[in-house]
């Protein structure tokens, strides 16, 4: 059994310790049954910010050392992060539809800079498939990975920024607004979903290197695998 | 007992994403091994 399979059977396994805490675990008492879905929407979304950080630290280092690791890094992380963007924002809308009475609203300040911040990690990934070359891919793609993360804060302070329909967080320094079960069961689905993440990164990185050995082998075989030149072709 | 429903339902199609995303990259690895 490779490492991979390790990893990932561990995160399957941490995924459904968090689920039944998250279904074990108090319910809100205005909210009921739709408070439950707090135990995956903001471990996804957390994790979507810990993607795109991933994604700006391994710009960074492409840029200062020209690797081609730090730049599968950074396309995995990325990736990752519009997945769990995706999902966090899904879970955001039914709990949203259940307790706001509407799923979307683009006035709503955290709703409206995570959207953008979602279409520019699409915009980069976009990028990396319209970039063939992979020299250039990994320059256009480390500057935008380092710039695009600025989003993260802001979508995370606009809450503080624009007192508009989302909520504050839940847990702050000096505290958190919720029961103690609760917050056992929220602080196990950000460790699980954090896991999780983790794996997904690894499997991910495990695709890119062995895509990016098969990408090279044609230059192995050397000149037998060459086609012929056209001026080859016109001598006969 | 319908928003206990929904709310399962919700987990479960979240989880199914990233299942699916999984799953594409088992291909993708199958793939390049062959």
Request: glycine letters at 6%.
């Amino acid at each position: 059994m490779n490492r991979t399979r390790i990893l990932l059977g561990t995160a399957a396994l941490a995924v459904a310790v968090g689920l039944w805490f998250a279904f074990t675990s108090p319910v809100d008492r205005l909210q009921g049954e739709f408070s439950r879905i707090v135990h995956i929407h903001a471990p996804f979304l957390w994790v979507a910010f810990l993607a795109f950080g991933v994604t700006a630290l391994a710009s960074i280092m492409w840029l200062v050392k020209k690797t081609p690791r730090w730049d599968r890094l950074g396309e995995a992380s990325a990736e990752l992060g519009v997945v769990f963007t995706v999902t966090g924002l899904f879970t955001g809308m039914v709990w949203g539809q259940a307790v706001w009475g509407r799923a979307w609203d683009w006035g709503d300040a955290r709703l409206a800079t995570t959207a953008v911040m979602l279409f520019v990690y699409l915009g980069y990934l976009a990028l990396r498939k319209a970039t063939p070359d992979p020299e250039m891919r990994a320059r256009r793609s480390a500057i935008l990975g380092t710039i695009a993360v600025v989003q993260v804060p802001l979508v995370y302070f606009s809450v503080y920024l624009f007192r508009t329909l989302h909520q504050t967080p839940s847990i702050r320094p000096d505290g958190a607004s919720m029961p103690r079960e609760m917050l056992i069961a929220l602080l196990v689905n950000f460790l699980a979903i954090t896991y999780l993440y983790v794996t997904l990164l690894f499997a991910r990185l495990d695709v890119a290197r062995a895509e990016a050995r098969v990408s090279v082998q044609p230059d192995l075989a050397g000149d037998a695998v060459k086609p012929p030149r056209l001026t080859e072709v016109e001598d006969v | 007992m319908s928003d206990l429903l929904i709310v399962i339902g919700t987990f479960a199609l979240s989880y199914a994403v990233v299942l699916g995303y999984a799953a594409r990259l088992h291909l993708r690895r199958r793939r390049v091994k062959d």
